[in-house]
């Protein structure tokens, strides 16, 4: 009888996958978006009556944003990259980063009380 031949493998759960060089279900966004983007554009043109380049303009940020948003705070960054960003964006939370951190008040000039 022969030997079996053990080659190393990624389990499924291990690996997301990949679709149009996205991983995981990032492709989603900007396929949905596109497909909003579209949509807004005919009904701006044929039930609104916008021109061709109004609607065009009018439909862009549906395309934009959510393409924005995958290429620069999810693809290819750590998980609950983009959840970090926003917060750190909006918020003067908690940070290790020195520069970030409120002066303590029991600070004064170099001593402690």
């Not at 924005?68 to 926003?86: A, E, M, Q």
């Amino acid at each position: 009888m022969e030997q079996l031949e053990r080659t190393r493998t990624n389990a499924a759960n291990d690996s997301k996958g990949q679709a149009f060089g996205l991983s995981g279900n990032l492709f989603l966004y900007p396929i949905i978006g596109v497909v909003v983007a579209l949509s807004v554009s005919m009904i701006s043109f044929s039930i609104i009556g916008l021109g061709l380049v109004a609607s065009i303009l009018v439909a862009a940020p549906f395309l934009a944003l959510p393409t924005i948003y995958v290429f620069t705070l999810r693809h290819n960054k750590p998980r609950g990259y983009d959840r970090d960003w926003l917060h750190n964006i909006t918020s003067s939370g908690f940070s290790f980063v020195k520069a970030n951190q409120p002066v303590n008040p029991r600070y004064l000039g170099g001593l402690y009380e």
